[in-house]
């Protein structure tokens, strides 16, 4: 998948879990809780929605490198660079 | 009409889910109410039948009205709150700035949210006054309830900073054999160690009403949760003390949507025994928390935070995190604040058997 696309799978996710949130509009430097007005307990469900959508299960020893958008975006293109654009699990 | 808290004073009947010769079990939900605090379920405290309703929906009632009778006692049950307008953070951010009213701006963002650009056109071509307007709802609420509180309730402070290395070790080790949606969260092992230390002091979980302490046998903690749209709520968690962390979690996953959503019982509004505030995810270091009137205690977290940490002679870095107590100096002395924080602050040391 491209940043792109991983951009627009997080847009829906964000939707559902802070339909307040705008990816666009935000930092991507900001630390990510802050920056989407989120606490620990939606970016618990934040996480579990990515892994539904994107098939990437984040360990909490890995919270580090996803705590703002610009590394989350980055952590998940790693994992999901061999992936195919169109072999993407999202509905 | 129940009080849902100490300064609530009306509530709105918004429908019954009963109707005369229904039976009702202990638990059931009789009617929803609209309160400051949001709409409430309102619950039925016995078992019997449903033999009048006294209010219709619609009506706004004072505490303490008689709202229906079921087997001969009475039920009572609480203004709606304006709808929750859609916004993103930088707009609600740049509309607090500007003094421009959400619900007036058209909103052209996802599912009609409104974006930072709709503030700035909306604050260019109003003429309003910024920052004038009377509060209301959940702020409302809050602001009674909190001058009250200073009003009435002589606060003293004690701090404690806690060494979490084992706690979260712990936690880490847990999570590991859980699905993602059931890992615990460091709050759970700060709820269970401050229930368990209740329970070393019980004291500080209970009542000041009639210048005397009721002191509470069950701990049911307020766990403060922070609305979207500004303000809180602090809804219970009920008997902590004997639950385990996963029936925690599973309880605050449950609670914290419905209270956002507006959805919770009438319960959860008026059980709490005492206070738990956890600011750590806002990056407050030290809380020094309000008594939610009548409690008599508030117990208040920041983040945790590695800082220089010396045990033994050994200087090292370890994850703190500040715990203070708000107490009541009517109901009790600083002595006991300092048992309590002592008893936390092992608990946490303790992790296996929280």
């Known amino acids: ?91 | 009409m129940p009080s849902l808290g100490a300064d609530m004073r009306e509530g709105t009947l918004l429908h019954w889910k009963v109707k005369p010769g229904d039976r009702v079990k202990r638990g059931d939900i009789i009617a929803e109410v609209a309160t400051d605090k949001g709409d409430i379920e309102i619950e039925v405290f016995e078992d019997g039948v449903v033999t009048e309703i006294l209010v219709e929906a619609g009506r706004e009632v004072p505490v303490g009205e008689l709202m229906a009778r079921i087997d001969g006692g009475a039920v009572a049950v609480p203004k709606p709150e304006p709808a929750r307008v859609r916004a993103t953070p930088a707009a609600r951010r740049l509309a607090e700035e500007r003094g421009v009213a959400l619900a007036s701006v058209r909103g052209t963002g996802p599912e009609g949210a409104v974006t930072r650009e709709d503030v700035e056109k909306a604050a260019q071509t109003s003429t309003a006054e910024p920052r004038e307007r009377p509060a209301e709802g959940v702020r409302l609420a809050i602001a009674a309830a909190m001058a009250r509180s200073n009003r009435e309730i002589p606060h003293y402070y004690l701090e404690t900073r806690i060494d979490m290395t084992r706690a979260l070790a712990h936690l880490a080790e847990k999570n590991q054999a859980l699905p993602l949606e059931e890992r615990l969260l460091p709050a759970v092992l700060l709820l269970k160690a401050v229930a368990l230390g209740l329970r070393e002091v019980p004291e500080l979980n209970g009542y000041w009403v009639d210048d005397s302490l009721q002191k509470k046998d069950e701990i049911h903690i307020g766990f403060a949760i922070s609305l979207r749209k500004g303000g809180l709520v602090t809804p219970a968690l009920h008997q902590v003390d004997r639950k385990s962390l996963p029936e925690i979690m599973a309880g605050l996953r449950d609670l914290v949507p419905r209270a956002r959503a507006g959805k919770l019982r009438s319960s959860e509004l008026s059980d709490a025994t005492v206070t738990v505030t956890n600011l750590g995810d806002l990056g407050v270091e030290t809380v020094y928390g309000v008594i939610y009137p009548p409690q008599v205690a508030l117990v208040g977290f920041g983040k945790i935070l590695e800082r220089p940490w010396v045990e033994n002679g050994m200087l090292g870095v370890r994850p703190v995190v500040s715990a203070t107590l708000a107490g009541d100096h009517r109901a009790t002395d600083g002595a006991r604040g300092a048992a309590f924080l002592d008893a936390l602050a092992r608990r946490l040391q303790e992790p296996t058997e929280l």
């Open chain 1, 1 to 91: 998948m491209t940043e792109a696309e991983i951009r627009g799978a997080l847009a829906k996710i964000l939707a559902r879990i802070a339909p307040e949130a705008d990816l666009a509009s935000i930092d991507p430097g900001e630390p990510l809780q802050r920056a989407l007005d989120i606490d620990s307990f939606d970016f618990l469900n934040l996480l579990t929605a990515i892994r539904d959508a994107l098939g990437v299960a984040i360990a909490e020893s890995e919270y580090g490198k996803v705590g703002t958008l610009q590394g989350l975006v980055g952590f998940l293109a790693s994992r999901l660079a061999d992936r195919p654009s169109d072999s993407s699990p999202l509905s």
